[in-house]
């Protein structure tokens, strides 16, 4: 029982290191090749790198069979909560004025790489969770691998745009696609402030 706990950690560890890398790059190419779906996606990264740790947080938790949320938990989800809404607000208000100006990126080609990785990436550490949370009939395990899911989503919306831009280079394609992730943004932003009042969120059921 303690090897699969152990592992559940280890997953949790690895969510966040990705989180860090994948934050770190996509910002980098996304401010040096002016996307702003990359950019956002980077940014949306480092956000799920706070709520990681309240999951890492909370596998220690439950793993001592304390079943009550703790203020640690609490105050990560807040967090996480009002990054997510600020990320979506920014995201909007830039990917409108990128509209009406008429920006272009300059290549999209990195954010067809990161999404890529991305995608392969998130679709094992959902797996991996949901059979740990499975072997261990840890409902709050298995609520996580369900809301990585997002991550596959947001992955999935910067895998199009990016793709897209480089086959019309038409500049609202790049917004469009920020446009996209400002949304997921916004439901992650609900959804974790809604459990951090103790609330189900609709990606965990």
């Known amino acids: 029982m303690n090897r699969l706990w152990n592992r559940a950690l280890l997953l949790a560890a690895i969510s966040v290191c990705y989180n860090i890398l994948e934050g770190l790059v996509s910002v980098y190419f996304g401010y040096t090749d002016e996307t702003l779906s990359l950019f956002g996606f980077g940014l949306d990264s480092f956000v799920e790198l706070i709520s990681g740790v309240g999951v890492w947080h909370m596998i220690i938790r439950v793993r001592n069979n304390n079943n009550q949320k703790d203020s640690f938990e609490k105050t990560a989800l807040r967090i996480t909560g009002v990054s997510f809404y600020t990320l979506t607000f920014g995201l909007f208000v830039t990917a409108i004025y990128n509209i009406y100006s008429n920006s272009k990126p300059i290549t999209t080609v990195w954010g067809i790489i990161i999404s890529l990785l991305s995608v392969l990436t998130m679709i094992f550490l959902t797996r991996a969770k949901l059979s740990i ?73």
């Open 133 to 205: 949370g499975k072997k261990l009939n840890s409902n709050a395990i298995i609520a996580d691998a369900n809301c990585t899911k997002t991550c596959v989503y947001l992955s999935i919306v910067l895998l199009l745009s990016s793709v897209l831009y480089e086959i019309f280079r038409i500049g609202y394609i790049d917004s469009i696609g920020a446009l996209g992730i400002a949304y997921y943004a916004f439901k992650e932003g609900r959804e974790s402030l809604e459990k951090s009042k103790g609330k189900v969120c609709t990606c965990c059921e």
